[in-house]
């Protein structure tokens, strides 16, 4: 069974920087496409970031210049480094993969707020 847990969530004062770390197992992970998602309350979910196994990243325009994501192949990790941080990215943050449909993790939570 696909397992995703993240983790690294909390609070953050506007302009300050916060990691979030999803741990996966139960799939070959190296080869897979991992992404992560966000979902402000009242709002859509919407993509973030995606990084290959080999370790090409896409960032939404939104986090451009602010956020990298990064992957440990050895440790079956995936990692949000989030810079100058906004009120507007306060959401859950999901870790997510495909691989024979849709894979979520549970979610951590971001508070960007004074």
């Known amino acids: 069974q696909v397992q995703l847990v993240e983790s690294g969530g909390g609070l953050v004062q506007p302009g300050g920087s916060l990691s979030l770390s999803c741990a996966a197992s139960g799939f070959f992970f190296s080869v897979y496409n991992m992404r992560w998602y966000r979902q402000a309350p009242g709002k859509e979910r919407e993509l973030v970031a995606g990084?290959?196994?080999?370790?090409?990243?896409n960032y939404a325009d939104f986090v451009k210049g602010r956020f990298t994501i990064s992957r440990d192949n050895r440790k079956n990790m995936v990692y949000l480094q989030m810079n100058s941080l906004k009120p507007e990215d306060t959401a859950v943050y999901y870790c997510?993969?495909?691989?024979?449909?849709?894979?979520w993790g549970t979610g951590t939570l971001v508070t960007v707020s004074s």
């Open positions: 990084i290959s196994g080999g370790g090409t990243s």
């Open positions: 997510y993969v495909h691989r024979s449909g849709d894979n």
